[in-house]
């Protein structure tokens, strides 16, 4: 049996919020206890690379 609607739309919203370093999930799935204040500097300096 297939999954069903609402599970499709929880795992998409999942990944795209790991995705976005705006997000908690983002520097939850980075090993982090939640996004840090100082995420604008982090997610700048990681562009320079």
Do not use: F, I
């Not at 739309?9 to 090993?31: A, F, K, T, V």
Request: proline residues 4%.
């Amino acid at each position: 049996m297939g999954r069903n609607a609402a599970q499709e739309q929880h795992d998409n919203d999942n990944h795209s919020n790991q995705l976005n370093p705006n997000n908690d999930e983002y520097w939850h799935s980075r090993g982090e206890d939640g996004r840090p204040d100082d995420w604008e500097d982090r997610v700048d300096g990681e562009a320079d690379r």
